[in-house]
C-alpha cells in the first residue's frame, strides 16, 4: 500500500513522467493523470484529465484506492485502460446509430478512425503494462 506522497515521488522518479512546475504547485502527469503537490500546504491530491468538461476533475475514491494499491506507473496504465474502454464504448454506439440513421460515409469513417486511434494507443499501453508486470516478477523472483 503506497501513501499519496510515495506515489507523487513515484511519478517524480518516473522518466515518462512530465513535469509542471509553477509558484503554487509541482505536478507531474502521464496518459491523462496528473499528481499535484502544492507548495503551501504539501498537499498532495490526483487530477483525472481525462474526463469531459472545461475543468480537469480530482480522482475518485476509487481511482485513489488503485493507486495507493498500484502505485503511480501501474495505476496510470490501469486506469488509462479503462478510460480507452470507456470511450470505446461511446464510440461504437456512435458507430452503430450512424450506420442506422443512415448519415453519410465521411461521418462513419471518422468515427471508425477515432476508433482505430483509440485501439492503437489502448493495445501500447497494455503491452507496457504487460512489460512492467513481468519485469516486477522478475524483480521478486
Known sequence: MYSLLDVYQQA???????????????????????VVRERKSERVYIMNMTMGGEFYQEASEEDYATFQELGWKEAVYVL???????????????????????????VIRKLKDSRDRILQNFNKVKFKLNQNEKTIRKISI
Do not use: P
Open 80 to 106: 488509462y485502460l479503462s478510460n480507452c474502454r470507456s470511450k470505446l464504448d461511446k464510440l461504437e454506439l456512435r458507430i452503430n446509430k450512424a450506420i442506422v440513421n443512415n448519415e453519410r460515409v465521411v
Open 12 to 34: 517524480k522518479e518516473d522518466s515518462f513522467s512530465k513535469t509542471i512546475v509553477t509558484e503554487s504547485a509541482v505536478r507531474y502527469m502521464a496518459y491523462g493523470w496528473r
